[in-house]
């Protein structure tokens, strides 16, 4: 009834083909809205992705860096638990081979390398020996995890230089050059999938974290573009988006609706491949974890990801999070 007079007067004052045209698009992106939103829905709650067996077969290979703790330690074990072998890449020696030693006796017939490798170093020698461990095998997955953020929010201005030279060396370089040495081989069998870690922080732009942020957002583009590379190869991309996950690198120890554990986070992850209504349609995007994903799509949505109220909140909760280590920081050396 009072859509009816309402569109009886507009008539009166725009005349009758405006309105209708007026009509006819707000009806549309009542759909399309109304669209989106069950493709998330059925994305996150409903949908299984691709099964990992179209990668490789049992017995086939799987690539992790900084793979002794956190989320990529998660992803060799939860791997390892569906069949595949694991070549496991991270810093300390003594945490690969302990990890290495459980997989093993958890999973017998499981077979496991290691490779100790320093990312922020940079070597050529290590990504030498990384090629010649990979080489003759038949790699289906490469877990792109390694990765480092600042040690608490700090404005780019105040960035210690070599925390900024460390964060693009291992996030970005150590990034592309792990996928150098792995891909081609993909290639060659014409199957594969390269998981590469993102963020939130790189998904939204995050004051306090530019640097970090900046290359989060750079693995999101080159992921993407790589993608569209490989697919006719048969080879995948994924890139993972997540908000808070309980980790050394968040500094979060609890879990919550909000914050999975590193198990929780990877078994969606490995749940959700090539779902990209999980991150609002992202080409060759997954934001795996359910309540990510609904916040993922209401940012994307409903308020934008370049929105200034977005940002300023985001900016003011990194605030809060340098107050509060600030302070934990002073009374530790207050107590030495």
């Known amino acids: 009834m009072y859509v009816t007079e309402f569109l009886a007067r507009a008539d009166s004052f725009i005349g009758p083909y405006t309105t209708h ?4 698009f707000g009806a549309a992106t009542v759909v399309v809205c109304a669209l989106k939103f069950l493709n998330a829905f059925l994305s ?30 998660e992803f060799a074990l939860q791997l390892a638990a569906k069949g ?5 890449v991270s810093r300390t020696a003594s945490k690969l081979a302990a990890l290495a030693t459980e997989i093993e006796n958890k999973y017998p017939g499981i077979k496991t390398k290691t490779l100790a490798m320093d990312f922020s170093k940079d070597s050529a020698e290590d990504y030498k ?11 289906a997955i490469l877990v792109n995890n390694v990765g480092k953020s600042h040690d608490m929010p700090v404005s780019f201005l105040e960035t210690a230089e070599s925390e900024m030279e460390d964060i693009i060396t291992i996030n970005v370089k ?3 050059k792990v996928t150098r040495a792995v891909a081609p081989g993909m290639v060659e069998r014409k199957r594969g999938l390269i998981l590469t870690m993102g963020s939130f922080g790189g998904f ?15 693995l999101q583009h080159w992921s993407t573009a790589l993608g569209a590379e490989l697919k006719p190869h048969g080879v995948h991309t994924q890139l993972v ?21 590193p198990k929780q986070f990877v078994k969606a ?8 209504g999980t991150a609002g349609g992202m080409v060759g995007t997954i934001t795996p974890f359910w309540s990510h994903g609904v916040m993922h799509w209401a940012i994307q949505e409903l308020l934008g990801v370049w929105n200034g109220i977005v940002l300023g909140q985001n900016y003011g909760m990194h605030a809060n999070i340098r107050k509060r280590a600030l302070r934990k920081k002073e009374r530790e050396a207050k107590k030495a």
Request: hydrophobic share 45%; glycine share 10%.
């Open 204 to 218: 939204l732009p995050t004051p306090l974290l530019a640097t970090y942020s900046g290359s989060k957002a750079f």
């Open 269 to 276: 992850t490995l749940s959700k491949i090539n779902l990209k």
């Open 129 to 139: 020996r990384l090629a010649e461990v990979v080489d003759g095998l038949d790699v």
């Open 44 to 73: 996150l709650f409903i949908l299984s992705g691709t099964n990992l067996r179209k990668y490789g077969p049992k017995g086939s290979w799987t690539v992790i860096t900084g793979a002794s703790d956190g989320i990529g330690k």
């Open 174 to 176: 150590g990034t592309l």
């Open 241 to 261: 988006i997540g908000y808070l996950i309980t980790s050394a690198m968040s500094k979060v120890r609890k879990s919550s609706m909000m914050i999975p554990t």
């Open 84 to 88: 595949f072998n694991i070549v496991l």
């Open 21 to 24: 045209t007026l009509a006819f």
